[in-house]
T-cell receptor, first 111, second 114 residues
Framework: GQNIDQPTEMTATEGAIVQINCTYQ??????LFWYQQHAGEAPTFLSY????GLEEKGRFSSFLSRSKGYSYLLLKELQMKDSASYLC????????????FGTGTRLQVFP | NAGVMQNPRHLVRRRGQEARLRCSPMKGHSHVYWYRQLPEEGLKFMVY????????ESGMPKERFSAEFPKEGPSILRIQQVVRGDSAAYFC????????????FGPGTRLTVT
């Protein structure tokens, strides 16, 4: 089967660093994505990993270990506007671009 | 360059009616994906289409649901004889093609069945 796990909720303080973990068990693997979704809005793309290692993009970084079926999203210098849900998604096959999403991690940033 | 457009943004239907959800992909994008998000749940893949072709419909319920992406015009997700359990947010995403990895999401259509 296909299974993607991430914590349901996390809280952090403005200016801090937070790490959101994602583990996956899928029948295949062709890339892992992180999306941000504010309440009532569309998901917006944050990062993509297909090879092991760390991808850095401004305040956000994403890490992937394919052998462990594990990824994390690192958010630095947290701002209030970072309060949102963060969705981990896996593209599990080569012949289709469909994404398999976790349930999302709701992050709340406090002043 | 306009993003992915979906309409209507909100749709209310009574049980037994039909719902038609429209998605216009970004300019130059020929791949469309539909996802459903139930309250407090993650996005669930429904169907993947290219112009005039259904590529993967493994996430579509067997009955009442259908999707198309004609040569001209938007992609349409059609739900016949809606039931309360169909109430959800339906998101459409598009991508330029197989060489691109990112899917761009539209704002979604929130369907409420009364």
């Amino acid at each position: 089967g296909q299974n993607i796990d991430q914590p349901t909720e996390m809280t952090a303080t403005e200016g801090a660093i937070v790490q959101i973990n994602c583990t996956y068990q899928t029948s295949g693997f062709n890339g892992l994505f992180w999306y941000q979704q504010h309440a009532g809005e569309a998901p917006t793309f944050l990062s993509y990993n297909v090879l092991d290692g760390l991808e850095e993009k401004g305040r956000f970084s994403s890490f992937l270990s394919r052998s462990k079926g594990y990824s994390y999203l690192l958010l630095k210098e947290l701002q209030m506007k970072d309060s949102a849900s963060y969705l981990c998604a896996v593209r599990a096959a080569y012949n289709t671009d469909k994404l398999i999403f976790g349930t999302g991690t709701r992050l709340q940033v406090f002043p | 360059n306009a993003g992915v457009m979906q309409n209507p943004r909100h749709l209310v239907r009574r049980r037994g009616q039909e719902a038609r959800l429209r998605c216009s992909p970004m300019k130059g994008h020929s791949h469309v994906y539909w996802y459903r998000q139930l309250p407090e749940e993650g996005l669930k893949f429904m169907v993947y289409l290219q112009k005039e072709n259904i590529i993967d419909e493994s996430g579509m319920p067997k009955e009442r649901f259908s999707a198309e992406f004609p040569k001209e015009g938007p992609s349409i997700l059609r739900i016949q004889q809606v039931v309360r359990g169909d109430s959800a947010a339906y998101f459409c995403a598009s991508s330029p093609g197989a060489s691109s990895y990112e899917q761009y999401f539209g704002p979604g259509t929130r369907l409420t069945v009364t």
